[in-house]
């Protein structure tokens, strides 16, 4: 009887496992419809250039203690869809940010917008955390107000390139990891939503002051260099230079919006893997933040 039973054990453990360990299909990859651009072709470096190796289309940047490494699209542009594959450096990573985003701050310091992916570093014993954030008109003198949220990812990102997007229409900014949706953040008033032309950036930086834990582990450069490899750049943004220009769809039909099954993946990913909410945190004023 035991002999019977362990296989359909072992079948159901499986697909539990299966079913509670990844994300349903979203039954569309936005990816797909977006051409990959030569890095040299879209981006150009912008700080840290010994701290980076390009090698055909896959760009290498590094943090060591002499310095870390940025890039910066060439255009600015007022939507579109941005993404890259990323592999993270293993180990122990704490006080290391690892980013992909879209700001304005080079044309409105102190006052700027963007719409960020960053991985948190961390320590071996930990995962790592993805945080995705937006900022409108910040203030620039340390009171700026973030709209964190903050995911455990269903795989480990340093073992293999995923993919991370950013869809920024006119009317919401829908965050995506190997084509599944993960955040959408609509447009509920011009107050809360940024409306200005971003340009698109990467970097690798030491913020040991917040990202592991508020900053209780440090960046140790004991373990340097820490590592960020960049490959396959998607880029279908509407740029300044264009009078008229229609962004991207996320979702199988042209009109935008998430499909049921996109939804249905994004519910999953909010339900399993989100750690942190802005909109759920206590300790924020949130006369600040309306839109929750």
């Given amino acids: 009887m035991a002999l019977v039973l362990l296989p359909l054990f072992l079948f159901m453990f499986t697909t539990s496992t299966n079913a509670q360990g990844s994300p349903p299909s979203p039954g569309y990859k936005p990816s797909s419809s977006i051409d990959t651009v030569d890095f040299q072709e879209a981006y150009q470096p912008l700080w840290g250039p010994q701290n ?22 060439k255009k600015s542009y007022k939507s579109g869809y941005f993404g890259t594959s990323v592999k993270l450096h293993p180990g122990y990573t704490a006080g290391v940010i690892t980013s992909f985003y879209l700001s304005n701050n080079e044309d409105h310091p102190g006052n700027h917008d963007e719409v960020d992916i960053e991985f948190l570093g961390t320590t071996p ?19 700026i107000i973030g ?38 953040y609509p447009r ?48 279908d ?38 750690v942190y909410d802005y909109c759920s945190d206590s300790k924020r004023d949130h006369s600040q933040t309306p839109e929750c």
């Fill in 188 to 235: 509920k008033s011009d107050a809360t939503f940024p409306l200005r032309p971003m340009y698109v950036y990467g970097s690798i930086w030491d913020a040991s002051s917040w990202a592991t834990e508020n900053g209780r582990y440090k960046a140790n450069y004991g373990y340097q260099p820490f590592v960020g490899r960049y490959s396959n750049f998607k880029l």
């Fill in 52 to 73: 980076q190796r390009l090698d055909d289309s896959s760009l290498t940047m590094w943090l060591d203690k002499s310095s870390g490494s940025g890039f910066k699209s």
């Fill in 237 to 274: 943004g509407c740029d300044t230079s264009q009078q008229s220009c229609r962004p991207p769809s996320g979702s199988p039909t042209t009109s935008g919006g998430l499909s049921q099954k996109q939804i249905a993946a994004m519910q999953w990913v909010q339900r399993n893997c989100k």
């Fill in 147 to 184: 709209r964190e949220q903050k995911f455990h990812l269903w795989f480990d990102p340093t073992e293999d390139f995923h993919d991370y997007a950013m869809l920024w229409t006119p009317s919401e900014i829908i965050f995506y990891v190997d084509d599944v949706p993960i955040r959408r």
């Fill in 125 to 143: 014993d930990k995962p790592y955390t993805l945080q995705t954030n937006v900022y409108i008109r910040g203030s620039g003198d340390g009171n």
